[in-house]
């Protein structure tokens, strides 16, 4: 048994199934590895090595199991690094083997000889080990993986090319030899008694009380909606954690922050007293005033306690078991006053956006693609969004229900990771419909390309449906809109404008399906089409980059600089004024709740 059979005979032990990977005679040794083995765990095949790691991110998120991605040394490497710290910054679970040149040429300047234990030194500072000898392994694999599962995290392991060649010897029961074994129990670490006894005497004594809740309460569903009810607050979701509470509780405010919604802005500007609950939402700016609430923090990860805002107490614990503890201790509360109004802000909300989807745009209006799609996915349906304003549109038009799952690049905030994160999805749940919400920029930086690994292995999944739907407005839109409203200059051609491609023809030469739509009328059809589909199949919607991602807490003077940049230098200046206006104007119409002054 040489190294490499060993190495994947033990990701086979801790039950790992699929290995997304490109190849490279930097691992040729594993490679023959993998052709002894049948296969077996599985080579998953992507046409870059970026999207492998973006594969790996996406199944370790929809499946809760660590994600292993793989690549040659030097530039394999290199590119995986873009999905590493993606995973890194969303604490996903993932582990990269890469090779490296033969030990004899280290040092040598050798071909594709790259320093990796510097480069990635960082992305995997939790756990980075070069394989020098056969007897360093089960040990470096083994803490490899269960550092990512337990620290959610990316780790490494680089072993050279010779390396993987050399006869599998056991580490001995002897001095300066490190033996190891399978497997991570299960724990949930819950505060001190006394500290939830000060959390429940602040969230007791408050009168308007919110919560905020991220991907870290996704398995704490029952408790987050039991301590709410108690509390009669209003919850607002960070967007990694959009799928960790149903948007079809009349209480669940939404999005926070730039993609957020106008109730959770409200709530946020008008509560008491917040609870924050597995989440380290960045933006401050969207939480309450520091001197207007009393704040606690429940989050598993020590480290990150304490962040974005003054909080009276930071609980170090599982979600689930904190709250499962903390909600004895808290006093029902009988004013319904609050809970009413942040629950008529949110039906209000609804009415907003189907509102700015019904606004008339050239050709299609991008809000009223997402809106029409949102009353047609199935409920197990796995939905990824693109960075962009594709993710504007996830955040704000999406109501995620019972069983489904969505995600996106949350931190990091990437371009890319749309496709190959739908693709993840699949292998993690073959028998699930999955879609991605991609921007024609993020389409042709490297969906397209992606497209082709879907059409290699659409025939394994049990549901073959993946739907890829691309924003086409030949614009880089969200960036496009920034520059507009946060620094008052007017769209820059040479870099914002994009080449019309199209992309449904595109999938068709790669034996997908899909379709173009033109039109408003033809949107909900070619959703249908595509729901009912037998292929992965890609809908090239024309949509209009006029349309602004205007987040609704954006102020009539930020709107006016907007159009104020439009008016010196855009091309379709009446337009995007027009539609800018439109799209705000809907928020103050008659039965919004705005006052009668705007």
């Known amino acids: 048994m040489k190294v490499a059979d060993y190495l994947l005979q033990r990701l086979r032990a801790w039950e790992v199934a699929y290995v997304f990977a490109y190849p490279g005679d930097g691992i040729n040794g594993l490679l023959a590895a993998w052709g002894r083995a049948e296969d077996r765990p599985r080579f998953i095949q992507a046409r870059h090595e970026e999207m492998s790691a973006f ?30 710290y993606d995973a890194k910054l969303d604490h996903v679970p993932v582990v990269a083997i890469v090779g490296q040149t033969d030990r004899s040429a280290m040092g040598g300047s050798y071909q594709q000889e790259v320093d990796l234990a510097s480069l990635y030194k960082d992305v995997a500072s939790a ?7 056969p007897e360093q392994l089960p040990n470096v694999l083994d803490r490899a993986l269960r550092i990512a599962a337990t620290q959610r995290t990316p780790t490494a392991l680089i072993i ?12 001995a029961h002897a001095f300066k030899q490190v033996p190891s074994s399978l497997g991570v129990g299960h724990y949930a670490p819950v505060p001190a008694e006394e500290d939830l006894a000060r959390a429940a005497e602040i969230l007791n004594a408050g009168e308007r009380p919110a919560m905020l809740i991220g991907q ?7 408790e987050v909606e039991q301590v709410a009810d108690l509390l009669g607050a209003g919850v607002a979701k960070a967007l990694l954690g959009k799928d960790a509470l149903p948007d079809t509780l009349p209480y669940v405010t939404g999005a926070i922050g730039l993609l957020g919604t106008r109730p959770s802005y409200e709530m946020m500007r008008d509560c008491d007293t917040l609870l924050v609950v597995g989440s380290s939402f960045p933006y ?23 962040l974005r805002y003054p909080f009276e107490l930071n609980l170090v614990g599982d979600a689930a078991e904190t709250l499962r503890r903390l909600a004895p201790l808290l006093r029902r509360r009988t004013d319904g006053a609050w809970r009413e109004t942040i629950e008529g802000n949110t039906a ?27 009353e047609l996915l199935p409920s197990n349906a796995i939905i990824s969004a693109d960075s962009g304003s594709a993710a504007n549109w996830y955040a704000r038009h999406l109501r995620m229900r019972d069983g489904m799952r969505g995600s996106l690049s949350g931190t990091l905030a990437t371009m890319g990771p749309g496709v190959p994160y739908a693709i993840g999805a699949k292998f993690a749940h073959p028998d699930r419909p999955a879609v991605a919400l991609v921007g024609d920029g993020a389409m042709q930086m490297n969906g397209l390309a992606e497209l082709l690994t879907a059409a290699k292995y659409h025939h394994e999944w049990s549901d073959p449906r993946l739907i890829v739907a691309v924003l086409n407005n030949q614009d880089l839109n969200q960036v496009t809109w920034e520059m507009r409203a946060m620094q008052g200059a007017p769209a820059f051609e040479p870099s914002q404008s994009i080449p019309d491609v199209p992309y449904a023809e595109v999938a068709a030469l790669f034996g997908l399906d899909g379709e173009r739509v033109e039109t408003a009328e033809g949107v909900t059809p070619a959703w249908r089409r595509a729901l009912d589909a037998d292929r ?28 104020a940049s439009v008016l010196r230098g855009d091309s379709d200046r009446a337009a995007v004024v027009r539609q800018g206006f439109r799209a705000k104007v809907q928020e103050f119409l008659p039965g919004s709740g705005a006052g009668e002054e705007h």
């Open 348 to 374: 209000r909300w609804w009415e907003v956006m189907q509102r700015r989807a019904e606004v008339p745009a050239d050709p299609v209006n991008p809000e009223y693609v997402v809106h029409a799609l949102d």
């Open 216 to 222: 870290g309460a996704r398995h704490a569903r029952t």
């Open 127 to 133: 756990f980075c080990e070069t394989v020098t000898v």
């Open 284 to 306: 401050t700016q969207f939480l309450p005033e520091f001197d207007q609430a009393r704040a606690v923090q429940i989050d598993i990860e020590p480290a990150m306690v304490g």
């Open 536 to 563: 992965p199949y890609v809908i090239d919607f024309r949509t209009d980059p006029a349309v602004p991602p205007i987040p609704p807490h954006a102020t009539w003077d930020q709107i006016k600089s907007a159009a």
């Open 55 to 84: 594969q790996a991110v996406g199944y370790a998120k929809y499946s809760g199991r660590t994600g292993v991605c793989a690549a040659t040394s030097g530039p394999g490497a290199i590119h995986l690094l873009n999905g590493l």
């Open 160 to 171: 050279p090319a010779d390396v993987q060649e050399l006869d599998y010897e056991p580490p």
